[in-house]
C-alpha cells in the first residue's frame, strides 16, 4: 500500500510540476514571437532561414490572391513575416488570438512594407516611385485589415 501512495504522491507531484511549467513554456513561447514580430522583414528572413526553432509555423504563401503578381513579388518577404504572425498568433499555436494582436501585426506589416519601399527607392529620383509604393502598401494594409479576420482567426 506504501509503494501505490507513493506512485500517486510522485504522480501528482509531476503533474502540479507540469501544470505549472506549461504557463511558463507558452510565455517563453510568446515572448520569443514577439521578438521575432519586431524585428525588420530582412532580419525576419535571416532569422527564418538560419534558425526557424519550433514550435512556430514557419509556412508561407506569400502575398496571398487576389494581390497583383507585381505587389506579391514587392511586398513578398513582409507577406512572409505577416503570415508568421497570423499562423502563430491566431489559428495556429493562440499566442494572442485577439483583435489588438491582430491589429499590430497588421500594423507591423505596413511599417515593413514601407520599411521595403524606403530601401528600394531611396535615390532621389525614385521619389515617385516610393510614394506609389507607399500607397501600395497602404492599400495591401487595408485589404488585409478588412479581409484578413477569417485567416487570423480560422487559419
Known amino acids: 500500500m506504501k509503494a501505490i501512495r507513493s506512485i500517486l504522491v510522485t504522480l501528482a507531484a509531476l503533474i502540479a ?11 517563453d513561447t510568446k515572448g520569443l514571437a514577439d521578438s521575432i514580430m519586431r524585428m525588420d522583414y530582412n532580419t525576419f528572413i535571416q532569422y527564418k532561414g538560419i534558425r526557424a ?7 508561407s504563401d506569400g502575398c496571398s490572391w487576389p494581390t497583383p503578381a507585381s505587389l506579391r513579388h514587392l511586398f513578398n518577404l513582409p507577406c512572409q513575416q505577416h503570415d508568421f504572425g497570423y499562423r502563430n498568433y491566431g489559428n495556429g499555436l493562440r499566442l494572442g488570438r485577439n483583435g489588438n494582436v491582430r491589429a499590430w501585426i497588421d500594423d507591423r506589416f505596413l511599417t515593413e512594407m ?7 527607392f ?22 488585409v485589415r478588412h ?7 480560422n487559419g
Open 53 to 59: 526553432p519550433r514550435p512556430f509555423n514557419w509556412s
Open 114 to 120: 514601407r520599411r521595403l519601399c524606403i530601401r528600394t
Open 17 to 27: 510540476l507540469f501544470a505549472l511549467s506549461a504557463p511558463a513554456a507558452q510565455a
Open 147 to 153: 479581409g484578413g479576420r477569417d485567416a487570423f482567426y
Open 122 to 143: 531611396y535615390r532621389l529620383y525614385q521619389r515617385g516611385n516610393q510614394a506609389t509604393c507607399r500607397g501600395q502598401a497602404s492599400a495591401m494594409w487595408t485589404a
